[in-house]
C-alpha cells in the first residue's frame, strides 16, 4: 500500500504562481510514473503532468512552458510548480503513482491516488 499525502494547493490571483507536493509513503518501492491530474465541477478527471522513474515528463497541451513537474526520489516526493496561471486552472489537484505490484501469477501495475488538492485561480 501507498499513501500519499498533497499540499500546497489555495487562493491566487490569474498570473500567480504555485508549488503543489505530494509525498508518498509506506510501500514505495517499485514506484514506476508519478503524476498530477485535476478534475473541474462536471468534468472528468484529466492528466496534466507525469514523470517516469527515468525522470522523462510528459504535459497537457493547455499546460505546457507553464506547469512544471519535478520528482525528488530520495523523498518518494512528486512536485508540480505552477506559473502564469489561469482561471481555467481551477480544479481539485490530485497526486497520482503507479506502482508494479505482483498479483498471483504476474506482475501488474497498480494505481494509487490523493485525496486531491484545491488551486482555485481568480480572475
Known amino acids: 500500500q501507498v499513501q500519499l499525502v498533497e499540499s500546497g494547493g489555495g487562493l491566487v490571483q490569474a498570473g500567480g504562481s504555485l508549488r503543489l507536493s505530494c509525498a508518498a509513503s509506506g510501500s514505495t518501492s517499485r514506484i514506476t510514473s508519478m503524476a498530477w491530474y485535476r478534475q473541474s465541477p462536471g468534468k472528468q478527471r484529466d492528466l496534466v503532468a507525469r514523470?517516469?522513474?527515468?525522470?522523462?515528463?510528459g504535459y497537457a497541451d493547455s499546460v505546457k512552458g507553464r506547469l512544471t513537474i519535478s520528482r525528488d526520489n530520495a523523498k518518494n516526493t512528486v512536485y508540480l510548480q505552477m506559473t502564469s496561471l489561469k482561471p481555467e486552472d481551477t480544479a481539485v489537484y490530485y497526486c497520482n503513482v503507479v506502482r508494479l505490484e505482483w498479483s498471483s501469477t504476474a506482475w501488474r501495475t497498480r494505481d494509487y491516488w490523493g485525496q486531491g488538492t484545491q488551486v482555485t485561480v481568480s480572475s
Open positions: 514523470t517516469g522513474s527515468d525522470g522523462t515528463t
